[in-house]
């Protein structure tokens, strides 16, 4: 049998530097080119023995790391690595800066395809026609094609857009209304006027109170038959409308 070498696959010069940093738990800022370098060698050695296709770029890092060592002991032959001193610039700067940048630029890779993880795990598809699925379970309050589903949506819709318009600090006035009151001046509102209504017009207070009863007095205008509640398409905007034979006797 074959005697056979496996070694880790890394991105580049600078992949596998870090992973000897890492593994040998040397600080980043003050990495000991002597032995750093001395376990980066004996990788690149291994490869070329291998006569890997890929080994050019590790002799290049190789070579800069070896001229790094030596411009490190240059001050000193006697003094030990770990105890020099640069007054000006060291020479393990530049590599350090590329290190941190190349860590940086590995940890949000990580980051991503964990999110891409994540998201391959969702499943979303475009709107349908649902209709089909609803009609004849007896929980419709169907007037102008506009159910009870559609209503709670179009409300759920309008709470989303009031956080969203909601400002940083406000002032609110408390004022009880009944839902009975509500519903005359939704019915005012609507004789007021020669066209149909946006739901969303008859929401201009901010306080969960008003939103809420205004939205009740709706619901029972619908099962009193009292208004028509029409949707154009699918998933569109509602408007309400006043019935014409409440119009002909002037209101309710």
Known sequence: MEYQVKLEKFEGPLDLL???INRLEIDIYDIPMAEITEQYLAYVHTMQELELDDASEYLVMAATMLSIKSNMLLPNHDQPEDDYIYEDEDPRDELVE??????KFKEASITLKNKEADR???YTKPPCDLSDYTRGTG????????????????????IRRKKLQKPLQTKISYQEISIEDR???VLQQLSTQANRISFYEFFPYEDKEHLVITFLAMLELMKRNEIIVEQTNMFGDIFLSLRKELIAIGGR
């Open 98 to 103: 590329q290190l941190i940048e190349y860590k």
């Open 183 to 185: 519903m005359t001046e």
């Open 18 to 20: 870090l992973h000897l």
């Open 120 to 122: 391959s795990l969702m």
């Open 139 to 158: 929980n419709e309050l169907s007037l102008g094609d506009v159910t009870l589903a559609d209503m709670l949506g179009a409300y759920h819709k309008l």
